[in-house]
């Protein structure tokens, strides 16, 4: 061996080992990154709900320069980090623009459809059964009525009696979770898809674990019967927000009742809040919604579109809504030309017995 020549073999293998560790820095990084921008996408388009925020998500790329627009911040706004916030519904463009390259998503924004007493045109009414009928065929949420019984059980049933539902001539608040088996429901809409299984008359409880379950809105009627010697506790009210708050659906549940003496003991529970109107004239209406703004109230719910429309055209009511900051929505909708109506003029939601369409 000539004299230096260990040490150029050194010096070689020095460089050869600072390439190779160059080259893995390389390889590691550089796949990581590759295959970040490869899964990054947006969708074409998106369906969001009015008043709902939906975020885009980057799939872990991480862009050297993004910017987002709308072309209808009235309908969509969007914030610097792609967040989406509903204003209206309507359509939209959102436009993306990463790294110098343009993404687009077509939004469109619907009023919420809310299944009155579950999808109860096709299933037997507020039963878990007709709850997953509406959220199966595309309801996103469900309306119900509750009561407390006198042994302080909540239920969930429309009438102030089951005779309807049961053929027992008892009171809903004589119906509790431990005698519930002896008044089954018998008589309602798709009963007969239900032979040999008992349905029951659900809980508050039951009800809630569904909403958490399905992730989808829930409208709950509080019902006031003072007429029949029937009263919501304070007990049973503490106990309502209890339980909402237990099966973490606060930000999924509206309360609402015609009562607001009731309505006011669910100030400060973080619980969206409604007030039934029934309009009878024009300075009623804007009472309403100005007693809604005044008490930080969110929702008001006109009983329907018979109810208003003597007085106010849809428009008009949007307007009132947009002047008071009050949504407002419709119970209940009978037509798809009645829900087309409210939705072109930024109704939150519309409940129905039946799913709504063209077709």
Known sequence: MKPGDDMNKRRLGYTLLTVLMILSVIFVS???????????????????????????????YAPKSIKWSS??????FVTKKGKLTAKTPGKAIITATIDGKKYTCKIKVKTLRIAHRG??????EKTIEAFKGAVKNGFDGIECDIWESKNGDLMISHDPTVKRTTGKNKYIWQINKS???????IHANGIKNYKGKKL?????????KFIAKYKCRLMLHIKTKGSLGYKLSSGGIKKIIKIIKKYKITSKTTIFTRNKTILSKFFGSKIKLGAITTPDSKLNLKQDFK?????KVDNLVILSVDNF????????????SDKYSVDFGIYTT??????????????????????????
Do not use: H
């Not at 005698?179 to 429901?185: E, H, L, S, T, V």
């Open 334 to 359: 009978n037509t798809f030309k009645e829900f087309e109506a409210i939705q072109n003029y930024g109704a939150l939601f519309s409940m129905s017995d039946y799913y709504l369409d063209k077709a």
């Open 179 to 185: 005698n519930r088996a002896k008044y089954p429901i």
């Open 200 to 208: 029951l008359i659900p809980t508050m409880q039951e009800t809630a």
């Open 119 to 124: 999808y109860s045109s096709v299933y037997p």
């Open 291 to 295: 007693w809604c703004m005044l008490n």
């Open 30 to 60: 550089l796949p990581a990154s590759v295959n970040a921008a490869a899964k990054f996408k947006i969708p074409a388009s998106l369906t969001i709900t009015n008043k709902s925020v939906y975020k885009f998500d980057l799939n872990g």
């Open 309 to 320: 429309k003597k007085f106010y055209s849809v428009k008009q009511v949007k307007k009132l």
């Open 71 to 76: 072309s209808d911040k009235s309908i969509v």
